[in-house]
């Protein structure tokens, strides 16, 4: 993990949740969710993963635990957690009560079979061993378990400055991907095609922010994190990167 990255999401979640605990619980799911997926693209991913239906549900690189706890209030189950950042597992914790363990996707610290399904939220470009992550996420789900994902994909050569630590695939590197791990993808859909947030849930997240930039702005760890975004935003604003949902199944 680089150092770009654990500014992004281990410091900036420390602060996060240190801000969430002074504005209240009303501004937690929202805040916790940053960058990890809107209301529409957690209900998506929900039906599609058949969570309401689910015994045991994974959140491999849950950060904060925002997704999870969406989950936990809308599906009536209560996700575990794997977060590598010591700082967010631990939040995910007292914010939301969740079980969290620290731990990265490729080294999953359960029995094979353990979960019926499982949801990977903006993980897979964070790694460059999207092969092990993959298997590992295959091997903790039950046979024809169900898997949601959040990936960005590379539509073409990246134009610089890219995002320090990410590691984009094209569409055609995914499905080769997948299918290696012996994974069926069955439904994907652009995250841009989706219902954007409500406007209480973009307010409490922007509350948050304006925060945060206040508290932190002259911090370099704040300017690197906020210089990450920027440089994500850029890409997908141009047209470099797309942000899709997939459902898939163990194989």
């Not at 997926?37 to 599609?48: D, N, Q, R, V, Y």
């Not at 689910?54 to 690189?61: E, N």
């Not at 569409?171 to 069955?186: G, I, V």
Request: proline share 8%.
């Amino acid at each position: 993990m680089t150092e770009a990255l654990e500014d992004e999401f281990d410091v900036v979640a420390a602060w996060t949740e240190q801000i969430v605990g002074e504005l209240g619980p009303d501004y937690a799911i929202a805040a916790a969710c940053r960058g990890s997926g809107s209301p529409a693209a957690l209900a998506w991913l929900a039906e599609a993963v058949e969570a309401r239906r689910a015994r045991r549900m994974l959140d491999a690189g849950s950060g904060l635990g925002g997704p999870a706890a969406w989950l936990a209030h809308h599906a009536g189950l209560r996700p575990v957690c794997a977060e590598p950042m010591r700082a967010a597992a631990r939040a995910s914790r007292r914010l939301f009560g969740l079980p969290a363990v620290a731990a990265t996707g490729e080294a999953l610290p359960f029995p094979a079979g353990t979960f019926d399904a499982a949801w990977c939220l903006g993980v897979l470009d964070t790694t460059p061993d999207k092969a092990g992550l993959l298997a590992e996420l295959h091997r903790v789900l039950v046979p024809r378990g169900r898997l949601g994902l959040l990936a960005f994909l590379a539509l073409g050569p990246l134009p610089p400055p890219l995002p320090e630590g990410n590691d984009f695939c094209t569409p055609s590197q995914l499905d080769r991907l997948l299918r290696a791990a012996r994974f069926q993808s069955l439904r994907t859909v652009p995250a841009e095609s989706l219902p954007q947030a409500p406007a209480s849930w973009r307010n409490s997240v922007e509350r948050v922010e304006d925060l945060l930039a206040r508290r932190h702005a002259e911090d370099p760890r704040w300017q690197t994190a906020q210089e990450q975004t920027a440089r994500m935003a850029r890409l997908i604003s141009g047209g470099h990167l797309r942000p899709v949902l997939m459902h898939v199944a163990a194989v």
